[in-house]
C-alpha cells in the first residue's frame, strides 16, 4: 500500500463542469485498498456522478461505519467533511447530522457487516424514519477488514476461502428497504459502472431515504469458485431489471427511446428518471411489485439489479417533524433562547 | 355510619403521649398506583407552600403503572429543611394491601388516617398512635353516581379532611383549584364541593390531630418543580435544537418536558415550523448517535439517559472525546443494573460516566444539587460542550429529577451568549487563517473546527478517532499520537477552570475536619452540618459541583486531617476520583455511604459521622500555638 499525495497540477483538457470543476475536484485521497477492490469502482462511480451532477463537494457530508467499504469516504470528495464513525452506527450520526443542517447532501457509506451484522437496527431504523440521504452498502459478502468472516448477506451454501460453508440464511437489503418504506431502492455492481453512476445521480436526486445496495466483490477473501459475490459469479447471474438515466430539472429530455419501453419519473426537484425497461412489465413505482421481483430472481439464484423502486412524493425526516427551513446549525440565542422575561412568568406559574 | 373511633382503641389509652407540632412534621400518603392521588397529593404539598411553610415532597413508587403500592411522602419544615427527614408523623392510609408495614413507620404518638368504610379488625391497628377512620368510600358512593368521580374525588375529600385537620385553610386550596381549573368551572365546583364535604366532615367529627399547619413566611420567591424539567428548560434556553433519546426511568420526563416547552417557545411565529427536533431513536447507542451527528454539524443536541444507557452508549463517548465533537448527556442516575432498582435514587453511575469507554477516557461531569442548578448547569453544559469539544454530562439522579423541590427561582440573563467555542468561519478561512483540526493553537488543548460545508477549498477535514495527525491526516504513528492525546489531557486540564467551582461553607470556629459532598445530598447535608454543630462537632464543608476538580478541592483536603466525603453509592465512587485524579492519601477520606435506594437523611449523616469521628471537636488556637 502507497500513500502519498496526488500532483495538484491538473491537465489542462480535463473538462469542467457547470461549478467550473474538473473530475480531479471530485476525487480523495489516494485509496489504500487491495488493488481490485470493488469498492474503489464504486468511489470513482461516486465522483463521476457528483462531477456530473455539478454537485458542490464541501456541500456533501460523507459518513461511514467502520469497514474497508467504510475508509472508502476518505477516496472521494476531499473537499467534503468527512466522518468515519463507529461500527454499524454511521446511520444514528448521519441522522443527527441530517437535523443539524438540513441544507447538505448526505452521503452514507457502508459494508455489508456494517449495515446487515452488527448494525441492522440502525440500518432498519434510519430507512423508516425516511432521513433524506444517499445510503450505499457495499456489499461483498464478508467482513473483508477483519479478514474474510461471513457476513449476514452471504448467501447460503456459499463457501468462505478457507473452505467453510455458510449455514444461515442471507439477509437482502434490498428486499428490507422495500419492506420498511425506502422511497428509492437500487441494486448495482461495482463491475458496471454505466449502470451505477446513473443509479447514483438519481439518488442524489431524490429527496428521502435513497438506498442503494452495490454488489462489490473482494479479490482478497470472496472472489473464488463457490463465492456468490464474485465477479465471475455476478458477471453471469446478474439480471437488470432496467437502464437508468437521470435528466437534471434544467436539462431539456432529448434522448429518443421506443414508444413502450421506456417509464419515466419525476421528482421533487424537477428531475426526470427515465427508465429503459428491460425485464417485460415490470413497474418501478410498485412497491409490491419491486418486491416480488426480487424474491423472484433470488429464488433462481439471480441478482436483479437497476432501479427497483421509487416514490417521487416521499416526505423525509424533516418534514415529518415539521422543521424551519433554517439550518440548525445557523439558529442563534435570538430565535432559540425564550429569554428572562419568559422565564420570570414561568416562575410565576411554578410557586 | 361508622364514626371514625368505631375500629380503633380509645385515644385515652394510648400509652405515649401524642405528638404535637407545628410547621415541623412528616406526612406520608400511601396510595395505589393509578387512582388519580398524585395530583391530590401535590395539591395538599403545595398548599402548605401556600401559607409560606416550606416542603419537601417525595415519590416513592415501585416499577409498575396501576394496582400496585405507591406512596407520597410530604416533609413540612418551617426552618426550610428540604432533605428527607425519616420516620412519619401522620400516615395517609388508603391501601390496604401496604397497612402493616405503613403502620410500622408511624413514629410513637404518631397519627393514622385512614377510609373506615370497611371493618379493619381490632388487632390490625397500633396502641401507641392516634387513629382517625373517614368513611370515604362511603361518602363517596352515597355522594356520586359516576364510578370515575367516585374515585377521583376520594383523593380531594381526604385532602379535606387533612386540611381541617391540619389547620390548612380551605381559601388557599380553592384558589390552588381555580388556577388549576381555570375557564373549566364546572370541574372546578365539582372539586371546591368534594373539598368542602372532605373539610365539614373533619371540623364536626373533631378529628383530633396534634400536628399543625401555620401561616409562616419562609417561602420567598422560591419556585416549586421537578429537576428533570428544570433540566429541559435549560436545554432549551442553552439553545439545544436536537433531542435525541430512548425512554427509561427516572429519565423519560426530561424529554417529554423538552418536547412541552418547545411546542410552546420554540415554534417560528410566522412559518409555524419547529426551531426543534426530537427523536425518539430505537435504542441508546442510535440516541447519542444522532447527538454526535449533530454536535459535529454544529447544532446543540442532548441526550437524557440513565445507567443502563451510558452503558449501551459507552462506545459513542469514547469516539466523541477523542474525535472531539460536543455531546452533552444528562443522566438521571438510579438504582443498579437493568433489573436493578428503576425507581430508587443513587449516585452510582459517577465512575461509570468519568471514566466512560475504552482508551484513556475522561469526562467532564456537573453535578447540581436541585431543579434550579438543573436549569443552571443544563445551559453550561451545552456551553462547555461546545467550548471543551467533548461529552458533558449533567450527573443528576432520580430523587433530584423526579420529585418537585422547593428552589431558587430560575434565572436568566439575556446579555448572555452562547459560547459556541473554537469554530473557523468561511471569512477566516477565506483569509487563509491556519486551520488544523486538532493543532493546540491556544496552548488551552482545544483545537479550532469548521462546520461542514464551511468553504469550498478549505476547511474540510476528515473526522476518525484517533488515528491521525493534527491536520487530521490518516496516521498511525506514535508521535502523532502522543501528541494528540497529551494535548487532550491539556485540554481537561483547561476544563478545570472552567467548570462550575465547589463551594466552600466554613465552620464558625477553626476546625480539623471537613466534608465533601455533591449532588442531591446536598439538603440533609446542610441540615446534618447545623446539627452536628450545635452537638459541639464542627465541620468544613465543601459542595463539588464538577470534575475535574479543581485545585481548590485538592487544598480542601490538605489542609484537613479527616475528611468525610458523603455519597450515596455503596463503593465510594466519588472518593476513587479524588484519590486516583488528585493523587491524595486515602486514609484522609472517610466514606459515608448510604445506598438503600432511599434518599439519604440528615439523621444517617449525623450518625455516621458522630460514629466515626476522631479527635476533640475543637482545636482551639491558642493550644495549637503553645
Ligand atoms: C464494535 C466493533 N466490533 C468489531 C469491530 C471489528 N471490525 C472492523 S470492520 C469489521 C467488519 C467490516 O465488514 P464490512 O462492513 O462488510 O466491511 P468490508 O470490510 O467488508 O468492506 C469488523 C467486524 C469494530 N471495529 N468495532
Ligand atoms: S480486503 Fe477485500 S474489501 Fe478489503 S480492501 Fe481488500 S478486497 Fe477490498
Ligand atoms: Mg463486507
Not at chain 2, 449533567?394 to 469554530?423: E, F, H
Amino acid at each position: 500500500m502507497t500513500y502519498h499525495a496526488k500532483p495538484k497540477l491538473h491537465h489542462p483538457s480535463l473538462a469542467r463542469n457547470a461549478v467550473g470543476l474538473t473530475r480531479r475536484d471530485y476525487e480523495g485521497k489516494v485509496s489504500t485498498l487491495c488493488a481490485g477492490c470493488g469498492h474503489d469502482s464504486i468511489s470513482a462511480a461516486i465522483i463521476q456522478a457528483c462531477w456530473e451532477l455539478d454537485v458542490k463537494p464541501h456541500r456533501v457530508a460523507k459518513l461511514s461505519g467502520i469497514g474497508c467499504s467504510s475508509k472508502t469516504p476518505d477516496y472521494f470528495l476531499r473537499n467534503a467533511h468527512g466522518f468515519n464513525a463507529v461500527h454499524g452506527r454511521m446511520p444514528s450520526v448521519l441522522t443527527g447530522a441530517n437535523l443539524a443542517n438540513r441544507e447538505l447532501l448526505y452521503l452514507g457509506v457502508s459494508g455489508d457487516g456494517d449495515s446487515a451484522s452488527i448494525g441492522i437496527g440502525q440500518f432498519v431504523h434510519s430507512i423508516r424514519r425516511g432521513v433524506n440521504m444517499v445510503y450505499i452498502v457495499e456489499n461483498n459478502g464478508v467482513y473483508g477488514l477483519t479478514k474474510g468472516q461471513f457476513s449476514a448477506t452471504a448467501d447460503q451454501g456459499s463457501t468462505s476461502k478457507r473452505g467453510v460453508v455458510n449455514a444461515d440464511q442471507p439477509i437482502d437489503l434490498v428486499g428490507l428497504a422495500l419492506q420498511l418504506g425506502a422511497s428509492y431502492v437500487a441494486r448495482g455492481f461495482s463491475g458496471d459502472k454505466q449502470q451505477l453512476v446513473p443509479l447514483i445521480k438519481g439518488a442524489i436526486h431524490h429527496r428521502g431515504a435513497a438506498f442503494i445496495d452495490v454488489i462489490s466483490p473482494c479479490v482478497a477473501f470472496n472472489n473464488h469458485a463457490g463465492s456468490t459475490k464474485s465477479y465471475e459469479y455476478v458477471r453471469q447471474h446478474n439480471e437488470a431489471v432496467n437502464r437508468l438515466d437521470v435528466i437534471p430539472c434544467r436539462s431539456e429530455i432529448s434522448v429518443e427511446y421506443p414508444e413502450g419501453s421506456v417509464v419515466e419519473v419525476e421528482q421533487h426537484d424537477g428531475s426526470v428518471l427515465r427508465l429503459r425497461k428491460l425485464a417485460a412489465g415490470y413497474d418501478p413505482t410498485d412497491r409490491a411489485a419491486a418486491l416480488n421481483l426480487v424474491l423472484a430472481h433470488d429464488s433462481r439464484g439471480e441478482v436483479a439489479t437497476g432501479l427497483l423502486f421509487v416514490d417521487s412524493a416521499a416526505h423525509d425526516l424533516h418534514q415529518h417533524l415539521n422543521t424551519t427551513e433554517v439550518p440548525f446549525n445557523r439558529l442563534d440565542a435570538a430565535v432559540l433562547c425564550p429569554g428572562a422575561a419568559a422565564l420570570q412568568r414561568i416562575n410565576e406559574g411554578l410557586r | 355510619m361508622n364514626s371514625p373511633r368505631d375500629f380503633g382503641p380509645e385515644p385515652s389509652a394510648r400509652p405515649v403521649a401524642p405528638l404535637a407540632a407545628v410547621n415541623d412534621f412528616v406526612v406520608k400518603f400511601a396510595n395505589v398506583n393509578g387512582s388519580g392521588s398524585a395530583s391530590a397529593n401535590e395539591l395538599f404539598a403545595k398548599s402548605i407552600l401556600r401559607m409560606g411553610v416550606p416542603v419537601s415532597p417525595r415519590n416513592i413508587f415501585p416499577s409498575n403503572i396501576q394496582g400496585l403500592p405507591t406512596w407520597y411522602e410530604v416533609r413540612v419544615s418551617e426552618q426550610g429543611w428540604l432533605g428527607r427527614r425519616g420516620g412519619v408523623d401522620l400516615l395517609v392510609q388508603m391501601n390496604p394491601q401496604t397497612w402493616e408495614q405503613d403502620l410500622a413507620e408511624i413514629e410513637p404518638g404518631g397519627y393514622l388516617f385512614y377510609d373506615s368504610s370497611r371493618p379493619i379488625p381490632l388487632s390490625s391497628f397500633r396502641d401507641d398512635i392516634g387513629i382517625i377512620g373517614m368513611p370515604i368510600t362511603e361518602i363517596c358512593n352515597r355522594t356520586y353516581s359516576d364510578s370515575r368521580q367516585r374515585q377521583l374525588f376520594k383523593n380531594i375529600i381526604y385532602v379535606g379532611a387533612l386540611a381541617a385537620m391540619l389547620g390548612i385553610e380551605p381559601a388557599v386550596i380553592e384558589k390552588l383549584f381555580g388556577e388549576q381549573y381555570r375557564g373549566k368551572e364546572k370541574l372546578l365546583d365539582a372539586n371546591v364541593k368534594a373539598l368542602h364535604l372532605g373539610y365539614d366532615w373533619a371540623k364536626n367529627q373533631g378529628a383530633p390531630c396534634g400536628l399543625r399547619v401555620q401561616r409562616a413566611d419562609r417561602v420567598g420567591d422560591r419556585i416549586f418543580l421537578e429537576g428533570n424539567a428544570a433540566a429541559a428548560l435549560g436545554c432549551v434556553y442553552g439553545g439545544a435544537t436536537v433531542c435525541a433519546w430512548y425512554p427509561i426511568t427516572p429519565s423519560s420526563s426530561v424529554a417529554e418536558a423538552f418536547q412541552k416547552y418547545c411546542q410552546k417557545y420554540r415554534v417560528d411565529p410566522d412559518s409555524k415550523k419547529n426551531r426543534y427536533a426530537i427523536v425518539q431513536a430505537e435504542d441508546e447507542i442510535a440516541s447519542i448517535g444522532m447527538v454526535v451527528g449533530a454536535g459535529w454539524n454544529g447544532a446543540r443536541a442532548f441526550t437524557a439517559t440513565s445507567g443502563p444507557g451510558v452503558s449501551l452508549m459507552t462506545e459513542f463517548i469514547g469516539l466523541a472525546y477523542f474525535a472531539e465533537i460536543p455531546v452533552t448527556i444528562i443522566d438521571v442516575q438510579r438504582g443498579g443494573p437493568s433489573t436493578g432498582m428503576p425507581t430508587r435514587t443513587q449516585q452510582a453511575d459517577v465512575l461509570a460516566c468519568a471514566y466512560a469507554s475504552h482508551g484513556d477516557t475522561k469526562h467532564v461531569l456537573l453535578f447540581p444539587e436541585d431543579p434550579a442548578e438543573c436549569f443552571e448547569f443544563a445551559a453550561t453544559a451545552l456551553d462547555l460542550a461546545d467550548r471543551l469539544q467533548t461529552p458533558v454530562f449533567l450527573m443528576t439522579d432520580l430523587d433530584i429529577g423526579m420529585n418537585q423541590r422547593l428552589c431558587a427561582p430560575l434565572a436568566w440573563d439575556d446579555s448572555r451568549r452562547y459560547d459556541r467555542g473554537k469554530v473557523m468561519t468561511a471569512l477566516e478561512l477565506e483569509a487563509g487563517t491556519d486551520f488544523r483540526r486538532y493543532h493546540d493553537v491556544d496552548g488551552d488543548g482545544i483545537p479550532y473546527r469548521t462546520y461542514p460545508g464551511t468553504h469550498p477549498k478549505r476547511g474540510g477535514f476528515f473526522t476518525r478517532g484517533t488515528t491521525r495527525d493534527s491536520g487530521a491526516n490518516y496516521s498511525e504513528k506514535g508521535p502523532d499520537y502522543i501528541y494528540n492525546v497529551q494535548r487532550l489531557l491539556k485540554k481537561f486540564d483547561t476544563a478545570r477552570g472552567l467548570v462550575p467551582q465547589p463551594l466552600l461553607r466554613e465552620s464558625a470556629e477553626k476546625t480539623r475536619t471537613g466534608v465533601l459532598y455533591y449532588g442531591s445530598t446536598s439538603p440533609a447535608m446542610v441540615e446534618a452540618i447545623e446539627e452536628l454543630e450545635a452537638s459541639g462537632t464542627l465541620l468544613d464543608a465543601m459542595r463539588l459541583r464538577a470534575f475535574p476538580f479543581p485545585e481548590s478541592v485538592r487544598q480542601f483536603v490538605l489542609s484537613h486531617d479527616q475528611v468525610f466525603v458523603v455519597e450515596q453509592n455503596r463503593d465510594a465512587q466519588l472518593r476513587s476520583l479524588l484519590v486516583n485524579e488528585l493523587s491524595l492519601d486515602p486514609a484522609r477520606l472517610i466514606p459515608i455511604l448510604h445506598y438503600d435506594g432511599t434518599p439519604i437523611t440528615a439523621r444517617f449523616i449525623v450518625d455516621a459521622i458522630g460514629e466515626q469521628r476522631r479527635g476533640p471537636n475543637v482545636v482551639p488556637l491558642k493550644e495549637h500555638a503553645a
